[in-house]
């Protein structure tokens, strides 16, 4: 029996903690073997760990606290403790010194020469953490200056901001900003009045979003209404400053900063009903324009039964979702409600019994009784990371905002394969595309095989006013387009009304093209057939396409035939 190399019980412990693939250890052992190196190294090289995963499963099986050196500030007299020239040669930094003993970070806490040269060194008992190489290097290279440093950049800083304040006087002379002024004018009644009708006119609109666009000569505000934009009475240009001002100041964002994006949320109450506001901050020439989005708690169904699924796709949307473990994915295009959907299923298994968390970007709605947790790509939080961490807490079910990357698609198979249910979107036009992309991401077909329980592809379509819906006969070309033979179906189309603001049309209403994952349709992901192939049997084996679906919701009188062609025009 062999016995097994320090480097491959670390890889062990890495593959128990779901952090590497049995497949990705014989790659590198394979590569170690040809090239030589150390293991380790390899898989972090191949990027399979990252450098703090691998710290952290190294310091499980050393029995070696991890230490972030970052997040530590160490005082000048321990620092004083370990020559610069020693703490480079064997790669370590001093951490802190309580009584006797002296804590120090290493990269090799296996390196036993260090250790005895330390001891005889300092005189004082050494206890050995571990820590990356680069964290041990960027810790040397700050030692002993890191105040000096941050004097300087905050000098620089406020130097720059100078220089860019000055220059911004040279570029608008006619336009002083005087940032004292602007917050009392934020405040004033006219501005405070304007913004608060913007929003309840959105609200009394269903808008889903609010523009507030900045031009030459005026400010122009417009609202997202059934996904259409539509342009509404706008603000004088003359408040254009004190309205941003005063929306920043709700988001609780710098009004001083007016050349950066920013984003920020807030929330508010109407007719007691709590909104949730996404604002996003664009600079622009003209000025910042503004982008609010309303999240409207009472828009979440939340019942997958009010998702307007037939009972025979409803039966079998159901058994994905309770089943103890396995990936669901739900596809689409941009607002199209992916993400509703899948918090009606979160607010429907929400429950006591079950620890649920969700990472996403940004959090949508915030829903009692559930973990989420908000990307932050500025100080290196990603969903991939994020999801790393979540699998730690011990979850029973997991919803990710989206999967964008190979790492991410890797850790939520992963997750999936292990007992956890994973609830995420994609990007792709169908069902069964969902596969395909899985597949492009780098991800093995027998684990996506393994993983996938049921795909959807999901669409936004119009419905009928009700109050002015009215019988019409479609024309025999758009039968023809959408393969409709025509079978005496009554069809509707709103004739324009008061109510929707002669629109024909109010609301919006979802199609979902459901496709599980049969025997049959497994078999087929691992010859890595088609996303046409795979779509052509589960249409075989019942599925409604969201052509199929789309004009069922026609003949039932929700929608109109032309809006199913225009949200379906790839489905055919």
Same mark, same amino acid.
């Given at each position: ?10 890889a ?11 497949s990705?250890l014989?790659?590198?052992m394979d590569?170690q073997?040809?090239?030589?190196g ?5 898989l ?13 499963s190294m310091g499980?099986c050393?029995d ?21 020239d ?8 001093p ?14 806490p ?15 008992e ?5 820590t990356?190489?680069? %964290?041990?290097?960027?810790?040397l290279?700050?030692?002993?200056s890191?105040?000096?440093q941050?004097?300087?950049?905050l000098?620089e ?7 860019e304040?000055?220059v911004?006087e ?8 005087d940032?004292d002024?602007?917050?009392?004018e ?9 913004v ?5 006119q959105?609200?009394?609109?269903k ?14 505000l417009?609202?997202?209404?059934d996904?259409?934009l539509?342009?509404?009475? %706008?603000?004088?240009?003359a ?5 941003? %001002?005063?929306?920043?100041?709700l ?13 920020g ?6 007719s007691?009903?709590e ?6 901050v664009l ?13 409207d ?5 939340g019942?997958?039964d ?6 025979y ?11 103890p473990h ?20 979160l607010s ?11 990472v996403e ?7 009692s ?14 969903f ?45 036009n ?41 019988e019409f ?18 069809f509707?189309?709103g004739?324009?009304c ?8 109010v609301?919006r ?19 890595r ?10 249409? %075989? ?6 052509r199929?679906v ?6 039932e ?14 489905d055919?």
């Amino acid at each position: 029996m062999s016995i097994k190399s320090f480097g491959e019980r670390i890889a062990d412990v890495l593959i128990e903690d779901g952090l590497l693939l049995p497949s990705q250890l014989a790659e590198a052992m394979d590569l170690q073997k040809k090239q030589g190196g150390r293991l380790l190294k390899l898989l972090t090289d191949k990027q399979y760990v990252t450098e703090q995963d691998m710290v952290i499963s190294m310091g499980r099986c050393l029995d070696v606290p991890p230490i972030n050196l970052s997040k530590v500030r160490v005082p000048e007299n321990v620092q004083e403790l370990v020559p610069k020239d020693m703490a480079r040669m064997y790669k370590l930094a001093p951490v802190c010194k309580l009584g006797n003993k002296l804590f120090v970070a290493m990269a090799d806490p296996l390196n036993v020469l260090a250790l005895d040269d330390l001891r005889q060194r300092t005189k004082l008992e050494i206890v050995p953490m571990i820590t990356t190489e680069r %964290s041990v290097t960027e810790a040397l290279s700050g030692v002993g200056s890191a105040g000096s440093q941050m004097d300087q950049v905050l000098k620089e800083a406020a130097n720059q901001a100078q220089a860019e304040a000055n220059v911004e006087e040279v570029k608008q002379k006619r336009e002083e900003i005087d940032l004292d002024r602007l917050a009392v004018e934020s405040e004033d009644a006219p501005v405070v009045k304007i913004v608060n009708l913007i929003l309840v006119q959105a609200l009394k609109e269903k808008a889903s979003d609010i523009h507030i666009e900045p031009f030459e000569k005026q400010l122009k505000l417009r609202y997202r209404v059934d996904g259409a934009l539509v342009e509404a009475s %706008s603000p004088p240009k003359a408040l254009q400053l004190p309205i941003a %001002s005063r929306i920043k100041i709700l988001a609780g964002l710098d009004i001083a900063e007016r050349r950066l994006p920013q984003d920020g949320r807030f929330r508010i109450r109407v007719s007691g009903k709590e909104v949730d506001l996404r604002i996003s901050v664009l600079p622009t020439t003209y000025g910042e324009k503004i982008v609010i989005r309303l999240l409207d708690k009472g828009a979440l169904s939340g019942s997958i039964d009010q998702l307007g699924m037939d009972e025979y796709t409803l039966g079998i949307f159901r058994k994905a979702v309770d089943a103890p473990h396995g990936m669901i994915l739900v596809t689409g295009p941009t607002g199209s409600g992916k993400t509703t959907t899948l918090y009606s299923v979160l607010s429907e298994l929400n429950n006591p019994e079950y620890n649920i968390v969700t990472v996403e970007d940004p959090i949508e709605y915030q829903l009692s009784g559930i973990n989420q947790v908000a990307v932050k790509a500025d100080i290196g939080l990603s969903f991939a990371d994020a999801l790393r961490s979540i699998l730690r807490q011990d979850p029973d079910i997991v919803m990710i905002g989206e999967i964008r990357d190979n790492e991410t698609a890797d850790i939520a198979v992963k997750a999936a394969l292990t007992g956890h249910q994973v609830l995420s979107t994609l990007h792709t036009n169908d069902a069964a595309g969902a596969i395909s992309r899985l597949d492009d991401m780098g991800i093995e077909p027998f684990l996506i095989s393994s993983s996938v329980l049921l795909t959807c592809a999901q669409r936004l379509v119009r419905r009928v006013c009700p109050n002015c819906r009215e019988e019409f006969q479609p024309e025999p070309e758009l039968l023809a387009k959408l393969e409709i033979q025509d079978d005496n179906t009554t069809f509707y189309q709103g004739a324009g009304c008061d109510r929707c603001k002669r629109r024909g049309y109010v609301g919006r209403a979802a199609i979902i093209e459901v496709l599980p994952v049969s025997e049959t349709i497994r078999r087929l992901i691992i010859k890595r057939a088609s996303a046409a192939v795979i779509k052509n049997q589960a249409v %075989s084996e019942g599925m409604k396409t969201l052509r199929m679906v789309g004009i069922d919701k026609a003949r039932e009188g929700v929608t109109t035939l032309e809006e199913i062609l225009r949200v379906t025009a790839e489905d055919h």
